[in-house]
């Protein structure tokens, strides 16, 4: 089972400021197979990136993904207030697809 | 536009089998373009697949609760279940349903979510 870790766990900016959020894996992540989802309180995951760095129907372009074997990067270039939230990272290239422990994002 | 809504019982017994429903509106659950999948997130926790079912009724499992999970689609009623036996205190999570997209690759194929439900959360006490 491939183990993603999110760095770090939270995250402290303003807004305005540029967000670079971490997430390795175990092992390798087979042909980028890499998903991100925001999420908000109360909200259920919304969908951000999947193959790394393709971006969901919606998402804002100031949201940016890239990376590939072990090493994964989300970053949101100038932060809006509605950025605010837990972010998820999730691998699809092996099973069972595994989701790393979130890292949140919050108003410094 | 796709939306999806979990319901059921909020609290289970101890051993008892925790059964969800999924209503999906916006759309055919039996359209061929359709896959489906559960999540669950413990309590401030991180999130963990449950499993997935295909338009072609393949279904797959974590592991971790392969002997105790059952996913189907009743297409009369555009509604995907989620069972799970011989539940415990581990089992008490938040649980999502999910349309699942596609990744198919040599040895197998790998889901990613969009969108999810709401999410209902489920405890599990006597």
């Known amino acids: 089972e491939i183990v993603l870790t999110q760095s770090p766990g939270t995250l402290s900016l303003s807004p305005g400021e540029r967000a670079t959020l971490s997430c390795r894996a175990s092992?390798?992540?087979?042909?980028?197979?890499l998903a991100w989802y925001q999420q908000k309180p109360g909200q259920a995951p919304r969908l951000l990136f999947y193959?790394?760095?393709i971006r969901a129907t919606g998402i804002p372009d100031r949201f940016s993904g890239s990376g590939s074997g072990t090493d994964f990067t989300l970053t949101i270039s100038r932060l809006e207030p509605e950025d605010f939230a837990v972010y998820h990272c999730?691998?699809?290239?092996?099973?069972?697809?595994?989701f790393g422990q979130g890292t949140k994002l919050e108003i410094k | 536009q796709l939306q999806l809504q979990e319901s059921g019982p909020g609290l289970v017994k101890p051993s008892e089998t925790l059964s969800l429903t999924c209503t999906v509106s916006?759309?055919?659950?039996?359209?061929?373009?359709?896959?489906w999948g559960w999540i669950r997130q413990p309590p401030g926790k991180g999130l963990e697949w449950v499993g997935s079912?295909?338009?072609?009724?393949?279904?797959y499992y974590n592991p971790s609760l392969r002997s105790r999970v059952t996913i189907s689609v009743d297409t009369a009623k555009n509604q995907l279940s989620l069972q799970l036996s011989s539940v415990t205190a581990a089992d008490v999570s938040m649980y999502y349903c999910?349309?699942?997209?596609?990744?198919?690759?040599?040895?197998?194929?790998?889901?990613?979510?969009?969108?999810w439900g709401q999410g209902i959360l489920v405890t599990v006490s006597s």
């Open positions: 999910a349309r699942a997209k596609i990744a198919y690759y040599g040895s197998g194929s790998g889901n990613w979510f969009d969108p």
């Open positions: 916006g759309g055919s659950i039996s359209s061929s373009s359709f896959h």
């Open positions: 079912i295909y338009h072609s009724g393949a279904t």
């Open positions: 092992q390798i992540v087979s042909s980028s197979y």
């Open positions: 193959g790394s760095s």
């Open positions: 999730q691998q699809y290239g092996s099973s069972p697809y595994t």
